[in-house]
Every structure is written in C-alpha cells, then in structure tokens.
C-alpha cells in the first residue's frame, strides 16, 4: 500500500488549555484552529494540521494518521475489506475523506490523500517561537507481539524496515519502519499494548532540542523533561524527551539519515 | 522510471593530488580506494562511494550518476533503446552493472542498482575530519532548454518538480526537481549548455557549514569561496559554494525540507 | 582610570514606534521603560538598561556610556577637570549619577557607576524573543585620527589595544581596545568623525547570528542586512551587520576570544 | 592580589600514551612538547601551555597554575612570607620564573608572570582536531571548609564572589570565584579535601559540547562520559563531564556570563 509518511496524531487531553499552553505557547506549535473542544495544530514546515488535541475525560490517543496517494486509499479500502477489519469513513478539518480502521493488533489508523492546504510558514522565521518545531516524524508503539505487527506493517502496509534490536534468544525486540525515506515513520517497542509510547517532531538541528531544554527549564517544567538531550544509538539522531500535561510523551528529534536505498542493510 | 536518488559524480581533474589535497584534506572526505588515475571518495553517511576523481589532462565532467533498483534498470535499458539514445554497459569499483547513457540534452548520465557496501562511518564521529561532510545531494546543470529538459525529466524519468523560477515573459528558468524526497536531486539553471553548474554534499547542521568556512579560511583558501555561508530563498537550505583547484563548484549544503506529499504544490 | 566595560548608547531615533518594531519586535530586545520619547532596552544577560531610544528630529548619537567603579568616578571627575574637558553631571532612570563629558576628539561620552539591577532574565528562555541578544559589546568609532585617539584611550583612559591595522606607510588605520577582557570595548577606524561607524551587542552562538539574518528575511527586510553572517579575520567574531531605520548601524557579535593576560602582544 | 586568571594544572598519571591518546587522540589538545616522562599541551586558542601530565606511579594533582602580572609575582612573595607558607621559586618549560606555595589548605598553588608566547592557532581551523578545545577555564576543588577557604580566597587572593550555594542552616555549601570576567576561575565544593573535583576548557559553543560526546561515544567510551551534555543552572554554562583513563575529571564547558561589573549581586 502506497503509504507517504506518517501523517497526524490525534490526542484527547483533559484540559485543553493547559495542553494548549505547554504545546503552543511553549513548544511554539502554530495554533492554526479551535473548534468546540478541539484544537489544531502544526510545525512550521507543514502546511497540513499534524496534531490535534480534543478534550475528553481521560488522556487517550485517538487517531494514528497516515497520508496516502489517492491510489493508497483505493488500496486502504481494499485492504480492510478483505481483511474484515472495523472501519468507517470520516470527515475533518481540511480533511474531506479519511479511513478509519482499527487495524489487527488494536491500534486506530486513519488513512487520507487529499488535504487543503495551509499558508507556507517554513520561510516566515520572523513569526517562528519555542524551538521551531518543523513537522511530525514519527509514531512508536508498544506491542506485546514486535514481530508480528513488524512483519505485518512490512506485508500488507508497504513499510521497510531500516532498523531493529532482538533479545538474546533472537527474538525482535523492536523495529523501525519508514515510507517517506528516514528512519522511521513507525516504530514498534515490546511492551504491553496496543498503546503509545511516544510520537516525534523533527527540529532542524541540535541547537534546536538544546533550547526546547532551555525552555522548559526557564518555564520551571524541568519535570516534564524525560530524558535527554541526547544522541540515540538507533536511528543517530539528537533527541529529548519530554511529558505533555497529561502524560502523553513528545519526543523532540532531528538529524537521522536517509533511508530511500532498495538495497540499505537494516542495522542490527 | 524507478530513479532512487542522485548517486555520483565522476570528475576529471588535472592534479589529483592537488584535488585529493582539498577534497580529502581540507573538506574531510574519506578516501576509500586509490588505483591509477583515479581516487574513490564518500561522505560518513553513504555506504558506497559517490564521488570519483580521475587525472585527466583538462578539468571536466565524466559522469552524473543515478542510483535505481533494478527494475530501474530494466526501465533505463528500455529506454535507452526506445530512445535510440548512445549508451553502453560498465563496470567500476563495487558496481558491477552500470549503464552509461547521453541523454538527449547531452548530459552523461550512468544508472546503477546494486552496489558493495563499504562499512558503516556515520557513528564513527572519533574518524570525522573537516566540517563532515555526510552525503551527495544533488546535482545543478545548466542548460539552454531548461523548459524541454524538466518536462523531460519529469515524464520520462520520473523526477518531481519542487520549485521553479520563471523569466518575465513566464518562461521557466530554473526549475528543481526530486526523487529522494528533499528539495531536488537534479536542478536546471538557464545557461550555455550542457554543462555543470554546480554538486551539493549535504552536511549535518549550519553549524558544519560555517565550519568548512573557517577550514577554508584558516588554509588560506579564501579564494576558493565563492559565495556564502547564507541561506537559500528556494529550497530553504544553508549553502556555502566553493571552487575545487580545477574550478569545479561544489556546494556544501545542508537543512532544506521533506518533499513526499503528492500533492504538494511547487515552489514559483 | 578604572573603566570596567562599555555601558549603553543613546540614539536620537525619528520614529520611535518604527524604531521599536525593530529592536524589540525583530531582534527581540527586552523593552524594559517608556516614558516620553525615550525607550529602555536591554539584551537578556544585562541586569542593567543598554540601549536607549530618543525621538529626535534626526538621527544621532547622544551618549556614548562606560561603566566606571566608584573610584572611577572620581578618577573621571579630576580628568575632566585636569583637561578643561566641557562636562556636567546628569541622572537618568536607574542612574542616579552620570557624568557627561565631550571627550577631546569630540565623542560624547558619559560615565557613571551604581545602577539599579534589573530582575535576572538570563535563564528565562522561554521569555526570549529573536536571536537572543545578550549584552553590549562595544563602540566602534570613526575618527580622522586614529593614532592620537588610540594612544589618549590608552594613556589616560586606561584602554589595552588587542588588535590593529596600518596603513603601506605604517601609520594606525584603524585599532581594538578593551577593558572587558574580550576584544574590544571601543575601536577606531579611519574616517571623517567625530561619528559613530556602529555598535555591537554579543549573541550567545554562531547559530544566533544566522538566526537573526533569518528573521530580518523572514520579516522582507534583507534590505536591512547590511554584511555577512561572516567570520571577521579581526576578533575572529561571527557577525551581522544591520541597518536599523534610521541607518544606525547594529551588529551582532559571538565568539571572540579572552584578553586578560597583561603580556598579550597585540594581534598586527 | 593581582591574579589574572587560572593559567594551567599539572597532573600525575600512570600511563603517559595512554593520557595522550585521551587529550590529543580524542580531545584534539595540541600537543606543544613532549620531554622525559611529561608531556604540554594547550587549547587552539592559547598562547601558553596550560595542561602538563607527567608519568608517576599515581594519578594526582600536583599543581594549580594562577597567572598574575608583575607586580602579582612580588604580591604573592609578600604573601608567602607573612603568612610563612612552605613555598619555593620553580621553572618549567616557557616559564622562567614560578612560585610554588602550598597555600593554608593545602592547595598546591604555582603563580606566574611571564610566558613565552607559543603560535597562534586560534584561525588556524583546518588545523583543529577534536571539538576544539579553546582554554583552560577553572578549576573545582574539594574542601571541608568551603566557607573559610571562599573568605579567604576572597580577601587574600582577591577572588570575586559571583554563585553561592548554602545548606539548609544556611552555612556556605559551594562558591564559585573569579578573577578573569565570568563565572570562574576557582570553585569550592563541600567534600572531602584538598582535592580536585574536576579542572574545565571552555569550548567554543554548545554543538562543540554534542561533538564531544559524540566523538566519545565513536570512540567506545561512553564509559568515560560522566554527565552531561546539559546546562548547569548554575553558572548557565553547557557542559559535559569525562574522567580521562586516570579518572581526573575534566569538564567541557561553554556559554557562562560576563562577571566584570563590581556591582554585581553574587547570584544565591
């Protein structure tokens, strides 16, 4: 299936303003719509919303984005049909025709082609705040079964996996999986699940996760930095960790490397 | 056509110590082979050679490389013939099966599927040397007809187009065009042709390109500067143009954005 | 006499307002008073005001101020008297005691000791705005004759010359001279003065500075970018120049190097 | 008295080549002389030696190098007599004149006047190797008695007080002290003493910190990489702690604060 890239995370928060106030008015999110109990949001890179909060009762994650080609959501259609996957058709912001699918191992996927387009803000530096958050990266998710939903996401949805961790008797302990040519735009980690573990935002450089860390220091939310600033061994690249108001954990990434050879070695 | 990315470049230069001198001992580039007239170089993120410098008794360029898979292959040999293009098969160091071609605007193009991995270096940051220069980018050629060659570009060979400069009278001027989802891997610029106009190495941050400044700077290479460190209008990236000893015009290059969407609009 | 640092600069503005959206909105300077026509602003580092704005008819330098440590004040007011020097004492918002001379070249200089601290912004970052300014660095003035100014800076001013110019036939073209410990609080050029070619305030990094070209671009006001981003061969400082909208001329300053040893040889 | 700033340290280690492959090898200190069982080195922008390691059976401090000028030289005399602290006139190699003192709390003090002046390096980036260790910046000793060794250094020595930690009793836990205009030159710890927490080099800026650790990490030695990359609250400066293979610690340090102002309030 002809997946282009993770595409939008949706989050329900319990507070909306208080999510609000660490994504855009720390993070520097641009807030480009509230609508009723939602909020929607993207990096200065994008021009389609790639994180929406909406208000519930409890912090949960609602939607796992993924953008297709208009031919991938012929392909989506067919594949949940054939497969007797839950699924319906839904509608949004700038989002005229979506798929919803709950796909086999629990988790809420929506597929969409067509988005309207926002005003290109990458060049507008002089309205850029926080650390210059540019656009979506990277969805990791926890599974009981690593293997089987790696093997499953590389089959029938098209990833290819660029690199992995297995435990001592061989068994795959995580994967990362890309389509749109970096690392990943899925990674799967053992754990209890289906569940998230973190979602990522490419910055444009080091200095840029540096001064995320600068400022939640300086706002007095050292608490809400997980871990890091740091280099991963995976995937190379400078990261910092950190816990929204309700726990959801944003991962700050940048300067991993490009993954488009059909004949790249995954690392072990 | 099943194009993957811009892959290499084949120079003649007229003292190959000389270039070696700058490319190797002044940029960092790791030198991987030595045999005869020629040196086999790459940046610490690539995994096979991209750039070839062989002594020749005038400065010049042999070939601009593309990496395809190999039903890529298949496809530029069908080409090829349908075309009645001039091309021939070859071999070089660690890629067995090439296919050299003069595509209709004149530019000596060499497809390539498989190539030997040579070990991985992009962790090995105690083996940087120079400003780090990580991988080929793109390539920048000057054309007479650059209207003809993209729109050539795009529907035989399968390049996107990113962004675009017309003339007053709304003639194309320049246009940039991607495979490998980033700005472009094959830019054409208005001008006598055909011909090189510049290559680009993709360096890590902006920091790495004031860096390779102040190496030029501190050698006393000042001269070979051309233009910059600044920051591109189109494509959004931090450059820094220099001539090697034989007046070729490399780019250092670094931070434009992702280029997946489908539908994403071009760039006037 | 016991200068410790440059202090501020007045700047006679023609539109305040105008001159406001560039130093606070822009380059994200802290606006700390406005009262009348006169503006208080300072970099984050700066526990004490450092540029000051004044409408005026036409643009103009109205002070150009050093802090002195108490036995400073003293030693200021006997050269003054010493040197039949036109002077009179002043005050200004949380400068209780300014002494204001018209130095023998012409420059309008003012000196004071005690001032009111400012709350400490240096770790509040998520209150910064723009690149970042710090602190001011230094006065770079004209003056038709740099050899006497230099030597009188440093004879009865107590200036340490740390770099320098000639001219083919040897004579000073232009000087560096600290107090700070860095290299230069004031410097002389060669050409028609009294006047002020421009002054400086320090940034915290190199990435600072391209942050700041950015912006100005970002905000179509490249026009205002008068030089670089660049390494300066003296001071071995990245650096901007800016117009602001009178044509005062700003830059931005990082990366210099440390003075303090009493037998470093000035750098010809 | 009239010292400088910190000028250099001498460490006893076990295995000379081994030391050298950390501080040349890793670090890129320049290597000035190697001579009988000690070795000079310095940062790529100083003009003395200001890092000596001598072979011994060991690992230990045996000096703390304090630059002063002339007239600090006959200060320090005076000094060491009235107080009658153990004491004697050394040479080294480019410093014809040192005074060793064994200050009161046993602190193995060297201060120095005049140097002989090594190249300048400082432009010299192709040169550079490492992260670009630039000077040496302070040292931090361990005392039991930081509040009497702080008052001493102070009045005696003529430190300024610039941080300060106290317990819960509000007794003195840390100071940090300065003579060269930032945040340090000498520090105190609470701890068992006299003895070395770590000696620091100032490092260009905060992506010479990331390189630092990501060199370590090529290298395989993570292990030595104690703490950091971050930014410490106190003093603001990025850093990043290693233990060299003797296990003295060095602090990679950036980005701290200019101290100069005699009115300024030490920071609790």
């Known amino acids: 299936m002809a997946i282009v890239r993770v595409g939008f995370i949706e989050l329900w928060v319990r507070d ?13 999110f641009r807030l480009e719509r509230k609508e009723g109990k939602s909020a929607y949001l993207r990096g200065y890179e994008e021009l389609e919303w790639s994180l929406k909060l909406t ?10 984005g993924f953008k297709v080609d208009e031919r991938g959501m012929e392909e989506a259609q067919a594949w949940v049909e054939q497969e007797g996957l839950p ?7 700038g989002r005229p025709r979506m798929l919803r699918v709950q796909d086999p191992f629990g988790y809420p996927l929506v597929f969409y082609a067509g988005a309207e387009k926002l005003p290109r803000m990458l060049q507008e530096y002089h309205l850029y705040r926080g650390p210059g958050i540019l656009r979506i990266d990277h969805l990791n998710l926890f599974s009981p ?22 435990d001592e008797e061989g068994r795959l302990w995580a994967s990362w999986l890309h389509r749109k040519g970096n690392v990943h735009d899925v990674a799967f980690t053992n754990g209890e699940g289906p569940r998230l573990h973190h979602f990522a ?12 860390a600068d400022i939640l220091a300086g706002a007095r939310r050292t608490n809400q930095i997980e871990r890091g600033p ?7 690249a400078m990261f910092l960790y950190l816990k929204d108001p309700d726990g959801h954990r944003i991962e700050l990434y940048t300067s991993d490397y490009l ?10």
Chains 1, 2, 3, 4 share one sequence.
């Open 16 to 28: 909306l303003e208080k999510s609000l106030e660490f994504y855009e008015g720390l993070l520097g």
């Open 55 to 64: 208000q519930g009762d409890f912090p949960a994650v609602r939607s796992l």
């Open 87 to 93: 699924h319906r058709l839904e509608t949004d912001w």
């Open 145 to 166: 079964e690593v293997e089987r939903a790696t093997r499953y996401y590389q089959e029938r949805l098209g990833f290819r996996l660029t690199e992995y961790t297995e």
């Open 201 to 212: 935002y490419w910055l444009p450089d080091p200095m840029a996760i540096l001064k995320a």
């Open 230 to 236: 740091g280099r991963h061994g995976i995937s190379n």
């Open 259 to 268: 993954t488009v050879d059909p004949d790249l070695p995954p690392v072990r």
